[in-house]
T-cell receptor, first 112, second 114 residues
Framework: KNQVEQSPQSLIILEGKNCTLQCNYTVSPFSNLRWYKQDTGRGPVSLTIMTFSENTKSNGRYTATLDADTKQSSLHITASQLSDSASYICVVSLSGTYKYIFGTGTRLKVLA | DAGVTQSPTHLIKTRGQHVTLRCSPISGHKSVSWYQQVLGQGPQFIFQYYEKEERGRGNFPDRFSARQFPNYSSELNVNALLLGDSALYLC?????????????FGPGTRLTVL
């Protein structure tokens, strides 16, 4: 069964600290993996996209890694800011299809 | 440039009623997808339309239907509403149907079924 699991479910950190979010997937055939940021009550916004041949991708303070062998990805946030408070969703797409498998997300709260 | 727009932003209905949600894609985008996001969960795929044709359908009952117009805007219709249909309905547009095309999401329509 194609699944995307994320951990932790929720996370609270202090402003300025770093954090890492995890994503494990059992999706085949794999096409690409995206990380989205979703503010409360808003639509998701894409942060990074990686294909199986890419093992790291950065977007400002966000760095995503991908290990296609172990089917794991992580999103590292550096020097967190209050505006980073949001849900972060890992999405894997199936090769040759329109299908996207969404994880349930990690809810991040950054405190001053 | 305007992003993906959706209307209405909020909607309250009662069980058994019908609802129509609307989406306008980013100019130049020909593909529109619909997702249902229940509170605390990730979005679940409902439909994808491209050039006015249905290209994909998720695991949703026939009470859910959609269509895409010549200007690429789209409507999602849900009949015989159930309490479990309460969710945030997201529309996403992209240039094409390839999974490499980035999907841009609208702000969503919050549907509450009483």
């Amino acid at each position: 069964k194609n699944q995307v699991e994320q951990s932790p479910q929720s996370l609270i950190i202090l402003e300025g600290k770093n954090c890492t979010l995890q994503c494990n997937y059992t999706v085949s055939p794999f096409s690409n993996l995206r990380w989205y940021k979703q503010d409360t009550g808003r639509g998701p916004v894409s942060l990074t996209i990686m294909t199986f041949s890419e093992n790291t991708k950065s977007n400002g303070r966000y760095t995503a890694t991908l290990d296609a062998d172990t089917k794991q990805s992580s999103l590292h946030i550096t020097a967190s800011q209050l505006s980073d408070s949001a849900s972060y969703i890992c999405v894997v797409s199936l090769s040759g299809t329109y299908k996207y498998i969404f994880g349930t997300g990690t809810r991040l709260k950054v405190l001053a | 440039d305007a992003g993906v727009t959706q209307s209405p932003t909020h909607l309250i209905k009662t069980r058994g009623q019908h609802v129509t949600l609307r989406c306008s894609p980013i100019s130049g985008h020909k593909s529109v997808s619909w997702y249902q996001q229940v509170l605390g969960q990730g979005p679940q795929f409902i439909f994808q339309y491209y050039e006015k044709e249905e290209r994909g359908r998720g695991n949703f009952p026939d009470r859910f239907s959609a269509r895409q117009f010549p200007n690429y805007s789209s409507e999602l219709n849900v009949n015989a509403l159930l309490l479990g249909d309460s969710a945030l309905y997201l529309c996403a547009s992209s240039f094409g149907t390839s999974s490499y095309n980035e999907q841009f999401f609208g702000p969503g329509t919050r549907l509450t079924v009483l």
